[in-house]
């Protein structure tokens, strides 16, 4: 269930009156795609519970800041919780993210369920995943933010802290650097993985 923006600012309202349905209200519907992002960032549950733990923790002490006007009350919950994953991968030298988290992608079952096929769509994912760890992380949270959790290109600017170009650029840039190390592997995986 979707809430709408009139019920979100409803229960922000009443947050702001301490009444504690309205936060556990706004939790229930926002924890899990924040915390499919901080474990797609992390790559352990235990480390994206903690984060989306502490994004909530600040979110609702300084529910007080958020300002409707500058951002939708997910993308400001998204701008907290990957502030919080870049501490935290900082601190433990996170390589960032596997691609099969990264963009909730499954890869093409193979036709005969041989060991051999196995192995062969097991060695695809190695290759996609590598190369996504290749990217900087500013490419691949861009990334992250667009095809793992449908952000618009606007909002992921939001959330990363740049203008709407840039994220863009981001993105384009990922998908430049991804189709070159991925064409002479497997061409056309990468159009087949984002729907281009």
């Known amino acids: ?14 947050c702001l009156h301490g009444d504690q349905a309205g936060f556990s209200t ?16 992390l790559g352990n549950p235990q480390d994206a519970e903690d984060v989306l733990q502490e994004s909530f ?13 500058r951002a939708s009350f997910k993308t400001w919950l998204y701008t907290i919780a990957l502030s919080r994953c870049r501490n935290m991968y900082r601190r433990k030298h996170f390589s960032l993210v596997e691609l099969g988290q990264l963009l909730t992608l499954n890869l093409s079952a193979p036709s005969a369920e041989t060991p051999e096929a196995s192995l062969a769509q097991q060695n695809l994912q ?3 995943e590598n190369a996504v760890l290749s990217l900087s992380p500013p490419l691949r949270e861009a ?5 793992g959790h449908g952000l618009t290109y606007r909002e992921i600017a939001a959330v990363m802290d740049c203008p709407q170009k840039t ?18 592997v497997a061409p056309g995986l990468l159009d087949e993985l984002v729907g281009l």
Do not use: W
């Open 57 to 69: 923790v600040y979110a609702f002490k300084n529910i007080s800041r958020f300002d409707a006007r």
């Open 167 to 184: 994220a863009e650029s981001r993105v384009r840039l990922a998908h430049d650097r991804l189709r070159g190390l991925l064409q002479p």
């Open 26 to 41: 706004l939790y229930d519907h926002f924890a899990p795609m924040i915390y499919r992002l901080c474990y797609s960032l």
């Open 126 to 128: 190695e290759v996609v």
């Open 143 to 147: 990334v992250i933010l667009r095809y």
């Open 1 to 14: 269930m979707t809430l709408e923006p009139d019920t979100i600012a409803v229960l922000i309202t009443r």
